[in-house]
């Protein structure tokens, strides 16, 4: 019998925790060590665990040369659990687009907000670097959730592993939105 999967008051944290509020995501920059590792993981948990996406490589060559965002949610048993996380790589394309890739929220932490501070935290990032495009590549399932962070699909739908996905895009801002702030963000 092998052991049960780890669930999210589970999941191995070494990496200082962030506070957060009762019912509220904390999202974080994740670098190298530890934190990059819980990136990892949640990848691995998401794309290759459950949907059967990636193989055991959840790793691609933009991700050293790009911001990561992990999101961390509170659980009643202790300290805040890394839930999310997502990826920002600045000049994708010959036009200075940005791509937004990997975001993957665990199953238990869906529908709790975690997603979406991740993306608000990767879009401010892109709206700061004043990258004049962001893309990504959206599960079909997932195309409402990125339209209602202002991406329009773009191009015919494609399928990997079994999943129909879309390319979507949305330009950059003019100004950060209120109630948001991108001055903490260091790039």
């Known amino acids: 019998m092998s052991a049960p999967e780890p669930t999210l008051a589970t999941l191995p944290v070494a990496i200082p925790v962030p506070s957060v509020g009762a019912d509220s995501p904390a999202v974080i920059r994740a670098s190298a060590g530890p934190e990059f590792a819980t990136v990892l993981e949640l990848r691995r948990r998401v794309f290759r665990d459950e949907q059967h996406i990636a193989s055991a490589a959840v790793t691609d060559p933009d991700d050293e040369r790009s911001l990561h965002a992990l999101a961390f949610l509170p659980v009643p048993s202790g300290d805040p659990r890394p839930v999310a996380t997502g990826r920002l790589t600045l000049g994708y394309g010959d036009g200075g687009e940005a791509l937004i890739a990997w975001v993957a929220t665990l199953p238990e932490a869906r529908g709790r907000g975690a997603g ?72």
């Open 116 to 187: 979406l501070a991740v993306m608000q935290f990767l879009l401010d990032a892109a709206d700061k670097a004043m990258a004049p495009i962001i893309v990504l590549s959206a599960q079909t399932h997932a195309e409402g959730f990125y339209r209602r962070l202002g991406f329009i699909p773009a191009g015919r739908p494609f399928v990997v592993r079994n999943i129909e996905h879309c390319w979507m895009a949305r330009p950059r801002r003019r100004e950060t939105p209120p109630g948001r702030s991108s001055a903490s963000l260091s790039w």
